[in-house]
């Protein structure tokens, strides 16, 4: 197993950016692909983005495509979401999650390993 722990989060304005950070351990990093998730109030959990092993290959939800970027770090154990042109309906607790699996890997529980979560509020 490997254990996540995810930074960066707070309150910004509409507009504004952050970057959010998992930093792991346990198992090697770069045998995981890597995914971002979200779960605003009163709704489930939803895919926001996934980034392979190697970091060659990323994948984003629709309702962030442009706007964020998830990248890695394979030397630092540490995978990253550029958030940009952040919008109130971005307000939600992002979590990290790792996964063995290979390939497009966009469900909830095809991810072994999440971290504890990150606030993001935006206000208009």
């Known amino acids: 197993q490997v254990q996540l722990v995810e930074s960066g989060g707070g309150l910004v304005q509409a507009g504004d950016s952050l970057r959010l950070s998992c930093a792991t351990s346990?198992?090697?990093?770069?045998?995981?692909?890597m995914g971002w998730f979200r779960q605003a109030p009163g709704k489930g959990r939803e895919f926001v983005a996934r980034?392979?092993?190697?970091?060659?290959?990323?994948n984003y939800a629709d309702s962030v495509k442009g706007r964020f970027t998830i990248s890695r770090d394979n030397t630092k154990n540490t995978v990253y979401l550029q958030m940009n042109s952040l919008k109130p309906e971005d307000t939600a607790v992002y979590y990290c999650?790792?996964?063995?699996?290979?390939?497009?890997?966009?469900?909830?529980?095809?991810?072994?390993?999440w971290g504890q979560g990150t606030q993001v509020t935006v206000s208009s």
């Open positions: 999650a790792a996964t063995l699996r290979i390939g497009l890997v966009v469900k909830e529980s095809e991810y072994s390993s």
């Open positions: 346990g198992r090697t990093f770069s045998d995981y692909a």
């Open positions: 980034i392979s092993r190697s970091g060659s290959s990323t």
